[in-house]
Nanobody, 120 residues
Framework: QVQLIESGGGSVQTGRSLRLICAASGRTFSAMAWFRQSPGTEREFVSSVTLGNGYKAYADSVKGRFTIARDTVKNTLYLHMSSLKPEDTAIYYC???????????????WGPGAQVTVSS
């Protein structure tokens, strides 16, 4: 059974850092990604990483502040978030699939999400 479980969310003040963790089980994936969604908005691409070539992609809104990392031995995905802003507040979802994409429909597996709240 495939499972993705996020952890590490929480509430922080502007400018602080958080690390999200996604523990995957059941199989390995060619691509893993982070998306986020705030109330009343569509799910938004944050970052992705490809297993084969290690290619990493970031949304412009997080480039230079967020870093995605993957531990293939532990089958775990990380998102290091720094210089957090109130507009980063959202539920963050871990996603996995066969191809890296900014389109959420390209991913077959999703975690339940982790809340990140950034206060000013």
């Amino acid at each position: 059974q495939v499972q993705l479980i996020e952890s590490g969310g929480g509430s922080v003040q502007t400018g602080r850092s958080l690390r999200l963790i996604c523990a995957a089980s059941g199989r390995t994936f060619s691509a893993m990604a982070w998306f986020r969604q705030s109330p009343g908005t569509e799910r938004e691409f944050v970052s992705s990483v490809t297993l084969g070539n290690g290619y990493k992609a970031y949304a412009d809104s997080v480039k230079g502040r967020f870093t995605i990392a993957r531990d293939t031995v532990k089958n775990t995905l990380y998102l290091h978030m720094s210089s957090l802003k109130p507009e980063d507040t959202a539920i963050y979802y871990c996603a996995a699939g066969d191809h890296a994409s900014t389109n959420p429909t390209e991913y077959n597996y999703w975690g339940p999400g982790a809340q990140v709240t950034v206060s000013s």
